[in-house]
């Protein structure tokens, strides 16, 4: 069975400081794997995704992830955050078309 | 404008009624999702369908049921047998490996 695990539920930064949102898949199979933002009261949208290839992905609003099969992990940074990322933060992971593993997800805060 | 729209996007439901979650997408996609969210628990997959005329049971879901009677449609009932139905619902449909979601109905019991 797949899981995914996001290990911070709050994670606080100011504003133009980086910020790194942890998350490890388990898996036995190859996966696919994904980052989704949500702002309040609205649906998710997909920031990035993994499917094949280079290991370091890069997605909107200037986040990036990368990809580490040894480590499970699928971590998502940004170097500077502004006060219009604030929002929660979905890690995912899928291994077919039909069906994805969400994580329970990270509350991003960003102070002035 | 391609997407998933969802409504309404209140809904109030009363004691031992039956609701029902409108879900349209003209993204010409196969597969189609419902999840219920509650606060600190991510999202759980009520039902699925890849394919008109077929949906299966995802990880929670007694007391809701679903029709795809049209491609571009997936509406979601909870019905009375559902007690605890407050909640944020989302419709998602997918296209190689990639769910794209709609905004959301969030319900409540009066």
């Known amino acids: 069975a797949q899981s995914v695990t996001q290990l911070d539920s709050q994670v606080p930064v100011f504003e133009e400081a980086p910020v790194e949102l942890r998350c490890n898949y388990s898996?036995?199979?190859?996966?696919?794997l994904f980052w989704y933002v949500q702002y309040p009261n609205q649906g998710l949208q997909l920031l990035l995704k993994?499917?094949?290839?280079?290991?370091l992905v890069k997605g909107i609003n200037g986040f990036e992830a990368e990809f580490n099969k040894s480590q499970t992990s699928f971590h998502l940074r940004k170097p500077s955050v502004h006060i219009s990322d604030t929002a929660e933060y979905f890690c995912?992971?899928?291994?077919?078309?039909?069906?994805?593993?969400f994580g329970s997800g990270t509350r991003l805060s960003i102070r002035p | 404008d391609g997407g998933i729209t969802q409504s309404p996007k209140y809904l109030f439901r009363k004691e031992g009624q039956n609701v029902t979650l409108s879900c349209e997408q003209n993204?010409?996609?196969?597969?189609m999702y419902w999840y219920r969210q509650d606060p600190g628990q991510g999202l759980r997959l009520i039902y699925y369908?890849?394919?008109?005329?077929?949906?299966q049971k995802g990880d929670i879901a007694e007391g809701y049921s679903v029709s795809r009677e049209k491609k571009e449609s997936f509406p979601l009932t909870v019905t009375s047998a559902q007690k605890n139905p407050t909640a944020f619902y989302l419709c998602?449909?997918?296209?190689?490996?990639?769910?794209?979601f709609g905004a959301g109905t969030r319900l409540s019991v009066l």
């Open positions: 998602a449909s997918s296209r190689e490996n990639i769910q794209y």
């Open positions: 898996s036995s199979v190859s996966v696919y």
């Open positions: 993994y499917l094949s290839g280079s290991t």
């Open positions: 995912a992971c899928s291994s077919s078309a039909s069906k994805i593993i």
């Open positions: 993204l010409n996609h196969d597969a």
């Open positions: 369908s890849q394919i008109v005329n077929d949906f």
